[in-house]
């Protein structure tokens, strides 16, 4: 919860510097996305016996994937709710209304894809 959080105030931070709302989402999910992959690895997820390069490349996966939905997700919203451009405040709405769906989703694909073991193997690195 914390690091969806952070990722909505730092993209109201980025949209109140003047960033566009779709590159100040993928630049807070890209950064808390990245922080919370050491986080989840060490601590949410620490008895994995996946190794460290075989999660961080399914992180990689799965972050595109679900960075590619939010944008989707804002870009649609965007469309359906506002009649202008997003201000930080109507684009932290937005945000927070599309990553609740997200959410869901990357928590299936961390557990299973990320820190899961598909493979039985038990190595840990």
Sequence with gaps: MFQYITDGLLLFLFMSMGVDMIYANLISRALVG????????????????VRFWDSFFRFLIAW?????????????????FLQ??????????????????????AFVIQK?????????????L
């Design 34 to 49: 990245f922080s919370g992959f050491i986080a989840n690895r060490y601590i949410t997820f620490s008895g994995t016996r």
């Design 64 to 80: 595109v994937v679900t960075s590619i939905l939010s944008t989707i997700g804002v870009l649609i919203a965007v469309h359906l």
């Design 84 to 105: 202008g451009p997003p201000t930080p405040t109507s684009g932290l709405i937005i945000k927070a209304l599309v990553e609740v769906a997200v959410f869901l989703l």
């Design 112 to 124: 299973f894809f990320i820190f899961g073991n598909p493979t039985g193997d038990r190595e840990r």
